[in-house]
Each structure stands twice: as structure tokens, then as C-alpha cells.
């Protein structure tokens, strides 16, 4: 594999993952053509899992030993990306009896998954309780579903209590918790469940607590980490039941749009350290979990779609491809954005060629909304030529309508 020394500094410090040979970008070893030959057609998403190990096995070189990594596999359900993650991390998380489903299949012990989710169905229930996944609970209707189970089929299902805390994460592209949240129990009310657990036939390990995701300010990570065990070790007072798990959510972000920086580690395991070591004294039966979704996969997945026309309107050039929001809604802008911003593009054939070009990346659908690239700088591309869009490991295949408009659904390699 090689790559051009005089090349540009790419766009996006996320456009370094992947190396170029010449006009074409190369993921695992291979041209974008030889990728879609392999798919039988275009729009494809890859994910490179040698990408996803290395993110993997950085993650553990710089986090606190002691401290466990699960993948929470809504990022990306891929069973092989699901898979490679099984083997370099400690457990999974899930969020539907269909994922949970992927999760077991993978031979990941039952004690290293978790269940997480409002508005868990009974067929959910049911298939976590018997295969003796810990469940977080999220309210408390919830856990007198899953009790009423447990009895019926003679069993004590494993549960966690997962609390909506009473603080907030500051900078988070999507808060999942404080104030009024579907998610998990209001921590002024989880005293009064600790006290009825004895009488629940549950087995109780312990707490969960997630605060949002998609942050990149690594000060805000911190004060939630800190507030969030503050909590753990509040709530654990409460009970003499002993904690013996404490998972304190995810939410680690990516740089996705201009000017955005990758997430400084050193200062969130600094942090991690002190609060292991602070657990260890105040919770000494509890492991401390911390669950990532697209830290993990995000930056290792890209998303090619193909130019099939181009078009000007009115002094502005449009590049109508066969991708779009129906395959990669967060691309689009859609997928929790207050302001559309560009996600990294490139075209993927024409790497070594200058951006001349000021042009407007649209889909097939017709819909104004989507859209993959406005007014974005690119080398001159023609019907053919194949459009990348990068950091599309996450959130990305598995988050999109592939109904709307009956568009074929995109085809998924792993490398
Ligand atoms: C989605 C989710 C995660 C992962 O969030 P990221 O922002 O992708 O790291 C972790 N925990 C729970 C409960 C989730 O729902």
C-alpha cells in the first residue's frame, strides 16, 4: 500500500484513516472499483475491521486496566463488526431482542451483555431473561414486568437500575438523560425502588447511568464521569445490597464537520483512573463498565455512492448520485442535527486531482432534504465517478429509511 507524498493535507482529519494510491482511495488494501465489483453495485458501505481493532486496542492502551470496554452494538449491528468487537473488548451491550440476539451468537457470555431501552416487549423480556442478561432497567412498571416474569418461569433475572440523573452533560450532540427522559428512573425516585428490591425475585447488580452521546469536549466528559459515580456512590448508601456492576454509559464523540478536533484520551483516562481507583475504596465489589457505540466504528465505515447525473440550476452544479438520507440519514443532516453541516467528502477515483469545483452533493429522492453535500469543494466529477463519505461507521446504515421511495437497500462489506 502506498501513498502519495506531495498529496494534499486532506479537508477533515478524519480523511487520514485511509490510505491512497494514486487517484484512488484504498480501503483494506483495495480500490473503491474493486469494492463494488465485490458489492455487485453501488451505494456500499465498508467497514474496516482492522480500523476497528487498532481504535480498540488504542482505547484499552490508554484507559485504566481495570476498567471494562463494552461495545453497544446499535452503533453498528454488522454481526462480523459485531464480532470483531466481541473479541477486543469485554461485552456488549443491546438495545432489542433482535441485537441481542447478534450479541449471544457471537459466544460473548451472558454475564458481559447488557439490555438496555424504554418499551422493552415482552418477546425482549423474555428472551433476556432466559438467556441471563443483565437487564437495565428503565422504570419502574418495567421492573414489576420483568419480576412477574421471573417468577413465572422460576427464575431471578439479573437487572440493573438504570437512573436518570439529576445532572446534566454539558456539550452533548444527543442528551440522554436529566430533566424529563423516557430513559431510565428519576434518581430522586431510585431510593425508594432500591428498598423494594428484596421483594422483587430479581437479582440486583447494580446501577446504570448514561448522560448523551456525541461529545467532543473532553472537560464536560469528565465533570459527567465525575457527577455520575458522585451518584452511583450516593444511590449504592441507600441499599445494602451490594453494587457489584456500575456501567457509566458512553457517548465518546467524532469529529464529523469543519473544524471539529479528535477527542483528547489522556485527560479522559487521567480521569478514569482517579474514578476506578475512588470506586475501588467506596463500591470494592463493583466493575466499572464504560459502553461506546461510535468511538468505536464510526471513523472505520465509509459510504460510496455513484454519480449518475450532473446538472446545473441557476449558476450551481449538482452531483444527483445514487445514495442518499434513505441509506445515511445523519449524512444528510436529519438524524438529530439542529444545523446541517457537510459531512468529510471526497471523491473517491480522484483523490490526487485538486478540489476546483464548489458543488452540491444530492441523492435520488424527492425530497429537498436530501442532500450529502452542500455547496462542498470537490475535484471536478462526472456521471461514474464514485462519491466517499467518511465517518460512516456509525449510526449510519442501520439508522436510515432504506423504504422511503423503494430505492434498493445498500449493500454492507467488511475488509
Ligand atoms: C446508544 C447507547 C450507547 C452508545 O452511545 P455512543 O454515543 O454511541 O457511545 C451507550 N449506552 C446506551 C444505553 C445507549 O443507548
Known amino acids: 500500500m502506498t501513498t502519495d507524498s ?11 484513516q485511509f490510505a491512497r494510491r494514486g487517484q484512488d482511495l484504498i480501503v483494506g488494501g483495495t480500490t473503491l472499483e474493486e469494492l463494488a465489483a465485490r458489492a455487485g453495485r453501488t451505494p456500499f458501505f465498508v467497514y474496516d475491521t482492522q480500523l476497528i481493532e487498532q481504535r480498540a486496542s488504542a482505547l484499552r492502551a490508554a484507559l ?5 470496554l463494552h461495545f453497544a452494538i446499535k452503533a453498528n449491528p454488522h454481526p462480523q463488526v459485531v464480532n470483531t468487537l466481541a473479541q477486543s473488548t469485554d461485552g456488549l451491550d443491546v438495545a432489542s431482542a433482535a441485537e441481542l440476539r447478534i450479541a449471544l451468537a457471537t459466544g460473548t457470555p451472558a454475564a458481559s451483555i447488557s439490555f438496555a431501552g424504554p418499551g422493552k416487549s415482552r418477546e425482549d423480556l423474555e428472551l433476556a431473561v432466559a438467556s441471563g442478561v443483565i437487564i437495565n432497567v428503565e422504570s ?8 412477574s416474569l421471573g417468577r413465572a418461569t422460576g427464575v431471578r433475572p439479573k437487572i440493573a437500575l438504570r437512573v436518570n440523573p ?47 452521546s456525541q461529545n467532543l469536549n473532553a472537560d464536560a466528559i469528565c465533570e459527567a464521569q465525575v457527577k455520575t459515580v458522585d451518584l452511583a456512590i450516593a444511590l449504592a448508601g441507600q441499599t445494602p445490597l451490594p453494587l457489584r ?11 464529523y464537520f469543519p473544524g471539529e478536533q479528535h477527542l483528547p484520551l489522556a485527560p479522559i ?22 459502553e461506546l457505540g461510535r468511538y468505536l466504528t464510526a471513523e ?17 452544479t449538482f452531483l444527483v448520485t445514487n445514495g442518499g438520507l434513505h441509506h445515511h440519514l445523519a449524512a444528510s443532516g436529519n438524524f438529530g442535527q439542529v444545523i446541517r453541516k457537510n459531512y468529510p467528502l471526497a471523491v473517491g477515483n480522484r483523490m490526487a486531482e485538486p478540489a476546483t469545483e464548489i458543488v452540491n452533493v444530492v441523492g435520488p429522492l424527492c425530497t429537498p432534504l436530501d442532500i450529502l453535500g452542500s455547496r462542498v469543494a470537490l475535484p471536478h466529477a462526472e456521471p461514474g465517478d464514485l462519491i466517499v463519505v467518511y465517518q460512516s461507521g456509525a449510526y449510519a446504515c ?10 434498493p437497500s445498500p449493500v454492507e462489506l467488511v475488509v
Open 6 to 16: 506531495n498529496q494534499d493535507i486532506p479537508a477533515h482529519a478524519a480523511m487520514n
Open 64 to 68: 485504566p486496566p481495570t476498567l471494562h
Open 140 to 147: 419502574e412498571t418495567e421492573l414489576a414486568r420483568i419480576s
Open 166 to 212: 439529576d445532572f446534566e452533560l454539558k456539550s452533548a450532540g444527543m442528551k440522554m438523560g436529566s430533566g424529563a427522559k423516557p430513559f431510565g428512573i428519576d434518581a430522586e425516585r431510585v431510593p425508594v425502588v432500591l428498598h423494594s428490591l428484596p421483594d422483587a425475585h430479581v437479582d440486583f447488580v447494580g446501577l446504570h447511568i448514561f448522560c448523551g
Open 245 to 255: 456492576w456500575l456501567n457509566i454509559g458512553g457517548g465518546l464523540g467524532v469529529p
Open 269 to 290: 483516562a487521567r480521569n478514569l483512573t482517579h474514578l476506578v481507583e475512588r470506586c475501588a475504596t467506596e463500591l470494592p465489589r463493583a466493575q466499572v463498565v464504560m
Open 300 to 316: 472505520a465505515g465509509l459510504y460510496v455512492c455513484e454519480v449518475i447525473d450532473r446538472k446545473e440550476s441557476r449558476g450551481e
Open 398 to 407: 442501520s439508522a436510515s429509511p432504506h423504504q422511503f421511495l423503494s430505492h
